[in-house]
């Protein structure tokens, strides 16, 4: 199994949902595209990404949404160098269609109440539900490391809430752990590292707003 060096997980850059919720009610979500600030965070990042990556190849998977290929296309990544995938399962969470910003905050006050894994906006998806299509997709890129000549290097372009629940799944945190850390914000990426003992690390830790509130002990 010729397992990755690098996983490299980026949130998008700033879209226009980020800086004015009441487009929601006007667009889809899946079209909101980068604001001018969001692609000069894309950019910056491409930067560092070439700088690491080098002469390396890079396996890709991007979420369908244009505000993620618009980061991707940003990256300025060499093409000989890359290997794009469009990934579904790497989607934003679903907090329904034509979204009524009045209704959206309402449920984000339930949801803050009643806990962000578990809670299902109406007619949208709940954190456990993106942590299964998460989990699906995990399976998939294992299976793809069996290649004898899979990339050193693989580079997921997704949302915030997705790279959490990838590193959760992953690390086997728990649901309390999960629920104390924050999304990263826009352009930041994560990393796990491959070690010489054959187990991968995560490069720098999510940001803590509370400690874990578990249930019972685990491990």
Not at 51 to 59: C, T, W
Not at 108 to 132: C, I, L, N, P, T
Not at 174 to 188: C, D, R, Y
Request: aromatic share 12%; glycine share 10%; charged share 30%.
């Amino acid at each position: 199994m010729a397992r990755p060096r690098r996983i490299v997980l980026v949130r998008h850059g700033e879209s226009t949902g980020n800086i004015d919720d009441t487009v929601y009610e006007r667009e889809p979500d899946h079209a909101l595209g980068l604001t001018e600030r969001g692609r000069r965070q894309a950019e910056e990042t491409g930067g560092r990404l070439r700088e690491l990556f080098g002469r390396e190849r890079v396996s890709v998977y991007v979420s369908p949404y244009r505000r993620t290929h618009e980061t991707l296309r940003a990256f300025r990544l060499d093409p000989e160098l890359i290997r794009v995938r469009e990934e579904p399962r790497l989607r934003e969470q679903d907090w329904g269609n034509w979204q009524d910003c009045d209704d959206v905050r309402l449920q984000k006050a339930y949801r803050d109440a009643y806990g962000h894994f578990f809670y299902r906006f109406a007619q949208g998806e709940s954190g456990a539900d993106v942590y299964d299509r998460v989990g699906g997709f995990l399976e998939s890129l294992f299976r793809s490391f069996e290649a004898p000549d899979h990339p050193p290097n693989v580079l997921l372009v997704t949302h915030g809430l997705a790279m959490r629940l990838f590193c959760m799944r992953w690390f086997h945190w728990t649901v309390a752990e999960f629920e104390s850390l924050s999304n990263p914000g826009n352009g930041e990426t994560r990393m796990l590292v491959l070690g010489d003992d054959g187990k991968y690390t995560l490069d720098r830790p999510f940001e803590r707003w509370r400690d874990p509130e578990p249930y019972g002990i685990t491990g």
